[in-house]
Structure formats: structure tokens, C-alpha cells
């Protein structure tokens, strides 16, 4: 699918990762309130009707996947729980491929329960806490103690992984700091570990979400507003890369940029994009 034109590419896909806050809802700063976009609810029943596959993946863990299914589920989309993922979906695929079972997290329950659901030992940041991983995610809660516990975790051997390492995230009003990017850092620059990323934009979320549609990612189109996360991821994986701009990403967010960090499409929002999707299918 590489070769042909964007709208081409567009009729042909084979499922759809869409983005969260920014793209179908915005949320206040603690991803509350979450209201549906223009366009949102409605592009997916498109897909549904269509037998188009989709998931919404969103970067924040502050909720397990099935709790934001369920609030997506309140205001309107017609999401089953296995068509929401955070970094936690693609954690418990990386986790297990390395081999690890003993996980330290530095987050809420919007990460532990996911883990523990697939079967890890979750471990709190503790003082004489052994792991075999250190995950950083949503953590506000975040302390000295927990930082030197992840820190000592990491000396003993364990290997630092990140939700996001993304600083921000779109917020009704503005955006919001995330916490990943800044407790990850200071592991890092402590240590001197090497980091993996296991939320967007890495190409281990892009396959995680690949294998939830059954589909490979060359033949799916990445939807969402965030710069420094969906275009990218969707370039790694050869995917279409499709930016709106109702979030982080503004109409000249990509001004400047070489082509492969440029969208293959930009719409002002995923209203815009179902009527080109209409247009494509003749509906």
C-alpha cells in the first residue's frame, strides 16, 4: 500500500487506530469529563457498519482499557472493551515477549490491573523491592522513596520501560503535562539505563494494536492530533498517517518537517475525514 496516493490508501484500509484525548474526546487536565468530538461518535459506527475494525488507543493510563471503554460507552461510541488499549495492552505484550514476570510500576491501577490480569507479579516502588522490569506511567503520586526504590530496581538489573514519553497531552483548554516522560528521566539520568517505549509512538504499540485488528500495520490508517505521536508511529510501521486538528496539532503543526514526519492526510478533525470517507466508498 506504500505506493499509492493518500486517498487511494484510504479506501483500502483495513482497520483503524484512532487516538483519544485530541481526536475523539477532549477531557479536563485529570482526563475527566470526556466529551465527544465533532464527527467522533459518528466515524465510529461508521467503521463498525462497515465491518472496518478499529481501536482507540490512548497513551494515558490513568483508567484500565475497560473502564475508558465503559465512559466511552456513557457518552455515546459503541466500544467493546477490546477495542480500547492503552500502553498497559502493549505492555503485556512487550513484557511477556522479553520474558519478564516481576514488574515494578510506577503508576495507578490503570496499570497494575492490566498486568495482573495477564498474569505478572506487579511489585510496588518500594525500598528492597527486586524486579525484573520498572514500567513508568500516570504517577502524580510520584515520590523521593519511589524514585530511589525504581532507581535501585534498575542497578540490580531490572530494564526501564515508559508509557509515553511524550510531554503533553491535549486537554480541553489547552494540554496537560504528562508524567512518564518526567519520572523516566530522572531514572535515566540517574543510572544511565537505556529506555523502551512501550506507548505510542513506538512501533511495539503500532503492532499491539495490528494484532488486536488482525491486520498488518501497512494495511491500517493512525489517526490523531498529537505531532510526537500518531504521524510518527504510523510512519514506522508504514501505515497511513492521518492528523487532525483538534488537539496538539495545529494546521501548520507540520510546517517544515521532512515527509516522514509529515501526515499522508491532515483534516481538521475526524468529521472532515468521515465525509472524505463517504466520498471514497460513494456513500
Known amino acids: 500500500m506504500g505506493d499509492l496516493e493518500p486517498l487511494a490508501r484510504l479506501r483500502d484500509v483495513r482497520g483503524f487506530v484512532f487516538d483519544l484525548d485530541g481526536t475523539l474526546v ?7 469529563g470526556l466529551r465527544p468530538l465533532p464527527g467522533a461518535v459518528e466515524i465510529t ?21 475497560a473502564q475508558l471503554a465503559e465512559i466511552m460507552r456513557e457518552i455515546g461510541f459503541g ?16 513484557l511477556g515477549r522479553q520474558g519478564h514476570r516481576r514488574i515494578m510500576v510506577l503508576g495507578g491501577t490503570g496499570l497494575t490491573e492490566p ?11 518500594a525500598a528492597g523491592t527486586a524486579a525484573d522490569a520498572v514500567l513508568a506511567g500516570w504517577f502524580p503520586e510520584f515520590t523521593m522513596p519511589a524514585l530511589e ?12 520501560y515508559s508509557c509515553s514519553e511524550t510531554p503533553f497531552f491535549a486537554v480541553d483548554g489547552g494540554r496537560a503535562l504528562g508524567t512518564s516522560r518526567a519520572i523516566s528521566a530522572m531514572i535515566t539520568s540517574l543510572t544511565g539505563c537505556g529506555l523502551r517505549v512501550v506507548g505510542k ?7 499491539s494494536a495490528a494484532d488486536r485488528l488482525g491486520a498488518r500495520p501497512a494495511d491500517l490508517a493512525v ?3 498529537d505531532p510526537q505521536l500518531e504521524v510518527p508511529m504510523a510512519h ?48
Do not use: K
Open 26 to 32: 477532549l477531557g479536563d487536565r485529570q482526563n475527566h
Open 45 to 65: 459506527s461508521w467503521a463498525a457498519g462497515r465491518g472496518l475494525p478499529f481501536v482507540v488507543f490512548t497513551n494515558g493510563t490513568t483508567r484500565t482499557p
Open 79 to 94: 466500544v467493546a472493551d477490546e477495542a480500547m488499549m492503552t500502553p498497559a495492552s502493549s505492555a503485556v505484550r512487550v
Open 115 to 125: 498486568l495482573e490480569e495477564a498474569g505478572f507479579e506487579v511489585v510496588p516502588p
Open 149 to 160: 526504590a525504581a532507581c535501585h530496581a534498575v542497578w540490580d538489573g531490572a530494564e526501564l
Open 201 to 207: 509512538p513506538s512501533l511495539d504499540a503500532l503492532r
Open 223 to 225: 489517526v490523531g492530533d
Open 236 to 283: 514506522r510501521g508504514r501505515a497511513l498517517a492521518i492528523a487532525v486538528g483538534t488537539g496538539l496539532g495545529g494546521p501548520d503543526a507540520y510546517d517544515g518537517l521532512p515527509a516522514a514526519r509529515r501526515p499522508h492526510l491532515q483534516v481538521r478533525g475526524v468529521d472532515e475525514l468521515l465525509e472524505m470517507l463517504g466520498g471514497a466508498d460513494g456513500g
